[in-house]
């Protein structure tokens, strides 16, 4: 115990680089899953260009431009996360890399969460996300400060405008996603860190979950699995 909690205050250390949100909670993987609201990060990184802001009962909208309402009503805990400004919503408009897109991971717009895991392995990465066009629909999941290939370009194609869980990789070959690419391995028992980063702008971010079954959840998926002290 003294050895997880130490390592814990490694991690927070770590984190002090970044904006640390009060009274987030901590989390904890239990038979196999974790389960996060997006909002409840614990800090976020790499945001001078494009930021993750909340959207709630009482927060409406964020920087413009956003050509779509808020869709908290709906969401998981009635919040959600959406990188802002949004400058690219369909093809036509320019794709500015650095900018409104971002297909290398751990560039730009990072979401940090800590999550001790009791059982460690492989674990699907699932996303619960609001896509309203084609791009809008794209994310990156890294683990302990590193990116590896399980966790670049996860995609959405079905399901638009509605929240919809997903765990798909975009490859070369199928722009919408193969299944069961997407995951990350967890390699001991203790405190680890997970990220996401921007790859599109106007990405619209409800919860996540990681799994060892590859399942798709249902509805909002699973409570929280949150850390008990
Ligand atoms: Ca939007
Ligand atoms: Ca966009
Ligand atoms: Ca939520």
């Known amino acids: 115990m003294l050895l997880n909690q130490s390592k814990l205050f490694v991690l927070l250390f770590m984190s002090s680089t970044y904006y640390l949100q009060a ?22 990184s790499l945001d001078d260009i494009r930021k993750w802001y909340r959207l709630d009962e009482q927060i409406k909208e964020g920087p413009k431009p956003d050509i779509d309402p808020s ?34 991971a751990g560039k730009m717009a990072m979401l940090h969460y800590l999550v001790y895991f009791n059982n460690p392995g492989k674990y699907y990465v699932w996303v619960r996300a609001y896509s309203t066009g084609s791009e809008d629909n794209g994310i990156h999941v890294g683990l ?17 405008k509605q929240w919809t869980w997903e765990s798909k990789q975009r490859t070369v070959e199928q722009h919408c996603g193969v299944p069961e690419l997407i995951y990350l391995e ?23 979950m990681l799994s060892k079954e590859y399942k798709l959840p249902e509805g909002s998926g699973p409570a929280e699995t949150i850390r008990k002290f």
């Open 186 to 208: 967890i390699p001991t028992a203790g405190w680890h860190e997970i990220t996401f980063s921007m790859r599109e702008d106007g990405f619209e971010f409800d919860k996540w």
């Open 144 to 160: 302990d400060g590193e990116w590896p290939e399980s966790g670049q370009r996860m995609q959405w194609c079905e399901g638009k």
């Open 23 to 44: 009274q987030t909670p901590l989390f904890e993987e239990r038979d196999g899953i974790v389960a996060v609201e997006a909002e409840h990060f614990v800090g976020q």
């Open 71 to 104: 869709h908290a009503t709906s969401a998981s805990g009635q919040a959600y996360l959406e990188i802002l400004p949004d400058t690219r919503t369909n093809h036509s408009e320019k794709l500015i890399p650095g900018e409104n897109f971002m297909n290398t």
